[in-house]
Each structure stands twice: as C-alpha cells, then as structure tokens.
C-alpha cells in the first residue's frame, strides 16, 4: 500500500510540475503598489504566484542618441530610495525583481547608439544601476524613442551588459512585440534570458514566439502575455497553449490589487486550482 502511495505521489508531483509555468509579471507603480506581487499565492502550497516581476518603467532620456541618460520619474525613485522594503520583501520571498528600462519619446533609446565606447559606457551605467538598487536584472523595453534605429546597438548593449561580471547570475530579458529587426543579426538572442511578446489584445497569438526560434532564442525562454485589463486573449487560453506547446511561460501585464480572479483563472488552466490573497498586513493595496 505504502508502494502504491508513493508512486501516486510521484506521478502527482510530476504532472503537476510538468503544466508548471514561470510567471512574469510588470507592475505600473505609478499607481500601484509592487508589494502587491508578493500577495498572490497559490492555493494548493501557499507559495507565491508570481515568480519574476519588474517595475515598470525607469526611461532612456537624452538629445544625443550616443549621450542617453537613465532617468526615473517621482513614483519610481520614491520607490527605490524610500519604499525600498517593498523589493526585498519580494526578494526574500523568491521572487526575482527587474527593472524596466524603456524609451521616452526622446532622441535615445536601446536601437539609437552607434558609438562603439559609448555603447560600452551606457551598459556600465545599467550594471551599476542594477546593483546600486539590488535588483535582479533589467528589462528591455525598445519603444518609444524618437531616433534613427540600427541593428547594432541594442544586442551591442545587450553583449556588454551580460559580459559584465558585475552582472553574473541576474536577468537581462526583453518585450517582445513581432520585432524581428532586432534579432535580425543573429547576436541579440545569445545573451537574453527571456523575452515575453506582447501578444495581449491579439487573439491570434498562435505563431507570434517561432520566428523568434528561427533567430536563435530557445525555446524554453520565451513567453507569451496575457493584459488584466484585456479578455482577449484570455489568460487559460495562452496557458493552455503554452503547455501544449512546451514553452515556459506567461507574461502578465499590468498587476493590480483587484487582479485575483485573472490570475485564478490562469491558475485554474495551468493546476486547476485558485490563487488566494496572502493574509499578510497590508495585502492588497
């Protein structure tokens, strides 16, 4: 009997881990709270939900394409200057916390660099930004910059950032969104970990991870997005084909304090149980 329990178990254990997703999820903390993240549980273990998270957004500013300056606004420096708590609980918890960095409508951004030497200065200055803060990793985020792109810069950037030994064992990931240009050159993919495509508010989102197979990302680092604001497509469908599919996992755009039933339901596709609200003070916010 003991025998049949335990193989039971082991079958269990392995199914179960088999439909296991990685969960990533952005946070707008311009109005809402990162600790939000941590609040989420899973209903069977109470472990958390979501396992990378990252604030959204920090911005590449400047007029010179080969000068650019990171910039945070009022809600992100207050952030990691006074409610720092908020990432280390996180932390402590398993989750792993990046950083976005993301164009701002200005003559700088990841695609605008052409300067060899100030390639390598502005990846320094990523790197230093990330441990000044104790975060994680930084996320790319390619859009919104107003300058002429080249292929080049960004896997430029990209390559001297991973090879920074200042930046051993954290994350370098990307928002993907069908933008193909950027791995064109067959180098942007060797030094990503993940990329998540924005394929929320696409119902077809069938056929939006291979190319980027083709240009070299694994598979198993590729994720697709599901929006809490958006019903299409919905959060068990992607989870669904995800796991059919074998990718590794679910991008999820926008957590807020009310996002407990969008999770449940993608929690429900991928082990069929809920996602409960932490009882902890202040969850949720």
């Not at 991973?162 to 950027?182: C, H, I, R, V, W």
């Not at 924005?198 to 994720?223: A, D, Q, T, W």
């Not at 299409?232 to 996992?249: E, H, T």
């Amino acid at each position: 009997m003991k025998n049949i329990l335990y193989s039971f178990f082991v079958l269990y254990f392995f199914v179960a881990n088999a439909n296991a997703l990685i969960k990533m999820s952005y946070v707008e903390v311009n109005s809402n709270e990162l600790a939000n993240v941590g609040c989420y549980v899973r209903s069977d273990n109470l472990t958390p939900f979501i396992n990378i998270t990252s604030i959204f957004a920090a911005n590449i500013n400047g007029d010179n394409p080969n000068k650019p300056e990171i910039y945070f606004n009022p809600q992100v420096i207050n952030l990691l200057n006074n409610n720092y708590e908020q990432i280390s609980n996180l932390q402590k918890k398993g989750i792993k916390v990046l950083i976005t960095l993301l164009g701002n409508h200005q003559n700088s951004g990841w695609s605008c660099m052409t300067n060899l030497n100030d390639k390598i200065k502005f990846a320094k200055n990523i790197v230093n930004m990330v441990n000044k803060y104790k975060l994680d990793g930084v996320d790319i985020d390619d859009e919104y910059s107003n300058c002429s792109a080249n292929q080049d810069s960004l896997a430029d950037i990209a390559q001297f950032i991973k090879e920074d030994s200042n930046f051993k064992g954290k994350l370098l990931t990307k928002a993907l969104f069908s933008d193909y240009y950027s791995f064109a050159n067959q180098k942007l993919a060797k030094y990503l970990d993940y990329g998540w495509e924005m394929s929320y508010s696409h119902s077809n989102y069938v056929g939006r991870l291979s190319p980027y197979i083709n240009y070299g990302v694994k598979k198993e680092n590729l994720f697709l997005g599901v929006w809490t604001q958006y019903l299409s497509p919905s959060p068990s469908s992607v989870a669904k084909y995800l796991i059919n599919n074998k990718y590794s996992g679910v991008m999820i755009y926008d957590i807020k304090s009310n996002s407990q039933s969008f999770l449940s339901e993608l929690a429900q596709a991928e082990y069929g149980n809920q996602v409960r609200v932490n009882s902890l003070p202040n969850c949720l916010k």
